[in-house]
């Protein structure tokens, strides 16, 4: 803050008169005195305004005085926190605020969000996450009307029973106003069938959007694939487009994927043990989560059913003809085959370098098996650099991984059955040389393939069968 011009100083500006023959010009008498010709007029406009007042400097005091909050009010905020915690809601400052609001409680001497903050750290109840992402370096996209774009996902959900048992979850949002149009779980794995039905019946309770954003799974989109699913097809009979994001790029569906987090955690703080009973969860929360809960991600804080009710519905369009499916099918069919290449892995002629023990049975030294286990998150198989994709039918499974100069094997760690073997240097159709689907490998052998994964493979199948 820069230091108050003294009384002298100020008397020396009010009595100056730029008028008179023998003063100098205004620059020059600022620059004599070390004023800028700001602050001359400053104190002249206050002496033509306030009289003598201008001889000395405003008080910089606050105009409005900070409040100080005792202990009671920290209590009430630590004990919303929690309130909003248990409920398995957002329980940062600003959900505490409008927790307060709705409460009614604190009104006469409710703190700021910032205010919030800072009591909350000073009482020592903040988890810190340093490697968070500031909100401020975010790039927001989002459609200008309601129902111009849906977002559908769906992901995996174990109850709390004895057995575990897992059942999926579908979320559909409306990209512009957030607003939950149709969460509903099912107790079978992520299909088409039950896509459909969710989206049916957003459809038939709140219209037809343009548009509905999935990714590239084959239960939501398969264009991308060379092929028309059931989705794409019933979208296109009500007059809706079905897009999809790039491949491996989850952030193109952002706004589902962290609405995942907020439906997660309230259905783990309140554990349902049933598919009836995560149905009701589901649908208390749709009803906290369109009207109650203000969302951070909308202008002003508006809860989704506020931005839905406010905001421009686009208007619903007519059926498409199958046509302009099948040519965007065949669009996909030509780009893919333009950057898709043929792959040899290099013929070194050595084995990965690993430990080899004698198997009294055979000839020679037998490779040292290792044990691996492959994810649902993680369905991949390493080998020199290379990640190849394996079919998610594995996950949760134990192998033994056995390497030779002419196959990669993996073994059934129970029954010790080969349930994969991939000749030798590797050949496939690939676009990177770090990641291969495993049907789209020469020779690979899997045990009891999945009809999706025979059918991919069969496309690949003749051309690669004809490389030497």
Not at 159 to 170: G, K, Q
Not at 219 to 246: T, V
Not at 324 to 349: F, M, N
Not at 410 to 435: C, K, N, Y
Request: proline share 7%; net charge positive.
């Amino acid at each position: 803050m820069p230091k108050p011009l003294p009384p002298a100083l100020r008397r020396k500006i009010i009595n100056f008169d730029p008028t008179a023959p023998e003063s100098p010009p205004i620059t020059q008498f600022c620059r004599d005195l070390g004023i800028s010709r700001r602050v001359y007029y400053t104190i002249r406009q206050r002496f033509h305004e306030e009289a003598s007042a201008a001889l000395h400097p405003h008080s910089s005091a606050p105009h409005t005085l900070h409040r100080r909050f005792d202990e009671a009010t920290t209590r009430e905020l630590i004990r919303l926190r929690n309130k909003l915690k248990a409920d398995g809601w957002d329980y940062g400052p600003i959900s505490i605020r409008y927790e307060a609001i709705e409460q009614s409680s604190m009104l006469d001497n409710l703190p700021s969000t910032a205010t919030i903050a800072r009591l909350l750290r000073a009482a020592g109840v903040v988890e810190t996450n340093p490697k968070k992402r500031p909100k401020k370096t975010l790039i927001r996209f989002q459609r200008a009307c309601a129902m111009e774009m849906w977002q559908l996902d769906a992901f995996e959900f174990r109850l709390y029973n004895l057995d575990a048992t897992e059942i999926c979850i579908y979320q559909l949002v409306d990209d512009a106003t957030r607003f939950d149009v149709g969460t509903q779980c099912y107790p079978r794995p992520e299909n088409s069938v039950d896509a459909v039905t969710v989206v049916r019946g957003a459809i038939e309770e709140y219209g037809v959007p343009q548009e509905l954003l999935s990714d590239n799974s084959s239960a939501f989109n398969q264009l991308r694939q060379g092929s028309i699913g059931a989705l794409e097809a019933f979208l296109a009979s009500k007059g809706c487009l079905a897009i999809s994001g790039r491949p491996a790029h989850p952030q193109t569906q952002g706004k589902n994927e962290r609405s995942h987090s907020t439906l997660l955690k309230y259905l783990r703080v309140h554990q349902p043990s049933t598919l009836e009973e995560t149905a009701l969860r589901i649908e208390m929360f749709r009803k906290h989560y369109n009207t109650k809960r203000p969302h951070q991600g909308l202008p002003g804080h508006l809860t989704p059913f506020q931005a839905w009710e406010m905001i421009d519905h686009a208007p619903a369009t007519e059926p498409l003809d199958p046509s302009v499916l099948a040519q965007r099918v065949q669009r996909y069919r030509r780009r893919k085959e333009a950057q898709t290449d043929i792959y040899r892995q290099p013929d070194t002629g050595l084995v990965e370098a690993r430990a080899v023990i004698d198997d009294p049975e055979s000839d020679g030294p037998a490779p040292d098996p290792d044990t691996i286990k492959i994810t649902k998150e993680n369905s991949i198989v390493f080998y020199q650099g290379m990640r190849i994709g394996v079919p998610r039918t594995l996950a949760g499974r134990l192998f033994y991984r056995t390497i030779t100069a002419d196959e990669l094997c993996l073994w059934d760690h129970h029954t010790g059955e080969l349930v994969l073997m991939i000749p030798l240097p590797v050949v496939a159709m690939t676009q990177s040389r770090r990641f291969i689907n495993s049907y789209k490998i020469k020779g690979v052998y899997l045990a009891e393939p999945s009809t999706t994964w025979t059918k991919r493979h069969a496309q690949f199948w003749e051309t690669l069968d004809n490389i030497d």
